[in-house]
């Protein structure tokens, strides 16, 4: 529809720092839409995009940022209970979930997440919510994790059951994992035989890059790589 469209550039014009009338006029349209019958889904996609375009504005020079987003994640809140059918339900859920981890804790996050997964089980997102529920949801107990390494050859945590497993997830392209991983090799080298023991998840899309890195560096624990 050619009105998303004019929705799409004005919150794409706002987000760029130099149209920050688009909030307004992303409000205008949604107001006007929610007034006639036909229009509530359109008024829904309209107001959503007011609401993330004015955070972006606010946030950019915000004092406190943390106040900010409570007040952001107040107002999806509300505009779920308005407009529960929204089209963007799935994308607001996802942002209730990730928000709520730091403003609220993790019981009110799995909430959403677990919302999200139930009304929408078919959306890309909702993959992203069943691992974060299963992530949330695993403090405490044990993780089971399965795959193969960089050499094809299986891995299962299960069989390290008894020792303590730190889950290092990492990549070549990502500065402060390469930098954490001088760290991990020396606990590793001190604490190994106290039953300590690291797998590491690698997230390249060169997995010839990945393997030339750990060669160069030496480092030995399990790699699992799909």
Request: glycine share 8%; net charge negative.
């Amino acid at each position: 529809h050619w009105y998303k469209q004019v929705a799409d550039s004005l919150n794409a014009a706002v987000q760029t720092g130099k149209y920050p009338k688009g909030v307004a006029t992303l409000n205008q349209y949604g107001e006007q839409f929610a007034k006639v019958p036909w229009g509530k889904s359109l008024a829904a996609y309209f107001l959503y995009r007011s609401i993330n375009s004015d955070y972006a504005v606010k946030l950019a020079e915000a004092a406190d940022p943390a106040e900010l987003q409570k007040g952001f994640m107040k107002q999806l809140q509300d505009f779920l209970v308005q407009y529960p059918e929204a089209p963007d339900a799935p994308d607001i859920l996802w942002q209730l979930g990730n928000g709520m981890e730091f403003t609220e804790g993790d019981d009110e996050a799995i909430k959403y997440y677990q919302d999200l997964v139930n009304k929408h089980g078919e959306q890309p997102l909702a993959v992203k919510a069943r691992g974060a529920l299963r992530r949330l949801e695993s403090i405490g107990q044990p993780l089971k994790l399965v795959g193969n390494s960089l050499g094809r050859s299986p891995i299962d945590t299960s069989a390290l059951e008894g020792k303590v497993v730190l889950i290092s997830y990492w990549a070549t392209w990502c500065e402060p994992c390469v930098e954490e991983m001088d760290r991990l090799q020396k606990l590793r080298e001190k604490y190994s035989k106290a039953g300590f023991e690291i797998v590491g998840v690698c997230l390249d899309h060169d997995k010839g890059k990945a393997v030339e890195f750990l060669r160069e560096k030496g480092y030995g624990w399990p790699q699992m790589y799909e």
